[in-house]
């Protein structure tokens, strides 16, 4: 009976993992990025990583040129080996899907070292989420918060993946100087005030903080922001 049971399981497994593997699209012996609905999976120098079908600027740039801002990413990898000690730490603020993370947490793991990742944006968070687990990475932390010079909560605007804008792609001081503010504690403004499926509550904090709370445990030797 158990053997059975477990043969069924088997053969359903191989049966989803062959239909999973016929929605990709292979081009000169590298999968294509291509999946079932609105989310992509894509190949490319910075790791394997997923992304909206509706981000026209970082998944746009993953899918057609198979890479993103790699020659910034390989002039931070090239001082990794003259820098790195055990257990050093890198803060990527403003993580986005995790193009900055994925390749950095795979440099630094011969170190020892650790990326604390930072998200605020809750659908973004949730891709890169999914790509550190795609990449297999064990030394990433990731938080959905923002990062700032004081502790607050603040409303700002969700993903509109019908305005082809960049995704993620967002300042809090920007949308503060042209629209007045979108903000929660302290400013009289909650999120009863506004639509929720418009806007959502962020958390920010302070690096300072954080460190003080043991949540990065030492001083960052390198820190990434946007």
């Not at 604390?116 to 550190?132: H, K, M, P, R, V």
């Amino acid at each position: 009976m158990l053997l059975s049971v477990f043969l069924c399981l088997a053969i359903q497994g191989i049966v989803y993992a062959k239909r999973v593997a016929e929605k990709f699209e292979v081009i000169n012996g590298n999968y294509d990025s291509r999946l079932v609905g609105s989310t992509m999976i894509t190949y490319t120098e910075n790791g394997i990583l997923m992304h909206h079908s509706e981000d026209h600027t970082i998944g746009s740039t993953l899918h057609f040129a198979k890479e993103y801002e790699l020659l910034y990413i390989n002039a931070v990898l090239q001082l990794i080996p003259l820098s790195y000690t055990k257990d050093d730490i890198f803060l990527d603020i403003g993580a986005n899907i995790g193009t900055w993370t994925v390749p950095l947490a795979n440099a630094i793991n011969p170190f020892g070292g650790r990326v604390y990742s930072f998200e605020a944006i809750l659908d973004t968070y949730y891709f890169l989420g999914a790509n550190i687990a795609l990449n297999g990475l064990q030394n990433v932390n990731a938080f959905n918060v923002a990062l700032g010079d004081k502790p607050e909560t603040r409303l700002v605007p969700k993903n509109d993946y019908t305005s082809g804008a960049n995704l993620g792609g967002f300042s809090i001081s920007i949308f503060d100087q042209v629209f007045g503010g979108v903000a929660g504690s302290g400013d009289g403004k909650t999120s009863e005030s506004f639509d929720s499926t418009r806007y959502q509550e962020v958390t920010i904090d302070t690096v300072d903080n954080l460190m003080d709370r043991g949540v990065i445990p030492s001083c960052p030797v390198f820190m990434k922001i946007g």
